[in-house]
């Protein structure tokens, strides 16, 4: 089979060997008779996925011990409400980034359990950058700070995170996680829809600062109360056990790849790659987000001069055997996701094509 070049926002291109070991358990997991989705999740060939899925986390990602990992359902739109139902509440303040549809998302759930503060904002700009370290406002009163580290649409992605004291920095890290080093102890939690970065859709990852977990209050629905999922090691109900397998076969890819720091190195040359071009030729690929700073390593957004060009863009990129680049309808045009499982080599077929058709259309 030729596989396509996947250029899909998410769900995303997998790395082909996690796709093969998952294949392969679906009927016969290890030789046991029964497919991994046969299996109790509380019998010990699962324990082993579950557990080495955590460890493979918390190494490549040097999560230290006073971190707790949970494997959660409902995708990262159910922490938009997870997060204000166990920290805010009445007369409590958060203080939320408004850098796109996620975070915008994120502050309408916030509303409903308490008060929220805007701490800083480009929806003026439609998102096309992001506020600068002096333009954040953060309430001193605020229980937490939220933002979102990549903003998948708009394609802009923070470099650096705002320092916010002692208020815990809580990140929606879903379309960059695991793309580049992070420094946890800078964040009180990190949260993640799967479907980008880490596995397929149906698992959201959460790792959470222990003293935070144990700020929850009582009256919160056991499902939503983190200390449920701590105290059973993400066991307390069913977990998305093929969704978890998935994960851990990319986690090991990602570790057989060098880890994060080799990860970083590709996503860096990839980028370099389509920001470069787009520089190159600034008046037909027209990069979106204003600041150069701003832009994301991992969804690269742009119009073509006219939307006739784009429409022809996208049908003759189809037929090279390029899929998913056609830009959010927000945004228009282009836009070129390339998490991590996609290639270098990927990236450098899509440079060639988009060279030519620049040349035949200028
Ligand atoms: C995709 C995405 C989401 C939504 O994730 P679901 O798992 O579908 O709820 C949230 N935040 C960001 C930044 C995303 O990219």
Known sequence: MERKVNFNPGPATLPLPALEKARDALVDYEGLGLGLLEMSHRSKPYEEIHFGAMDLLRELMGIPSDYEILFLGGGASTQFFHVP???LGEGKVASYLNTGTWSKKA???????GKVVIAASSEEDRFTRLPSA?????DPASVYVHMTSNNTIVGTQWKTFPDTGTIPLICDMSSDILSRKVDVPQFGMIYAGAQKNLGPAGLTVVIIRKDLVEACPDASPTMVDYRTHVGKSSLFNTPPVFAI???KEVLQWV????GLEAVEKENDAKTDL???LMDKRPDFF???VVDKESRSNMNVTMRLPTEALEATFLEKADKEGFVGLKGHRSV???RVSMYNALSLDGIRKLAAFMEDFASANA
């Open 332 to 334: 228009g045009g282009i």
């Open 274 to 276: 389509v920001y470069g």
């Open 286 to 288: 027209r990069g979106t």
């Open 245 to 247: 397998f998935v994960m």
């Open 85 to 87: 139902m166990n920290f």
């Open 255 to 258: 570790k057989d790849k060098g």
């Open 134 to 138: 002096d333009e954040i406002e953060i």
């Open 107 to 113: 502050i309408k759930e916030a509303k409903k359990f």
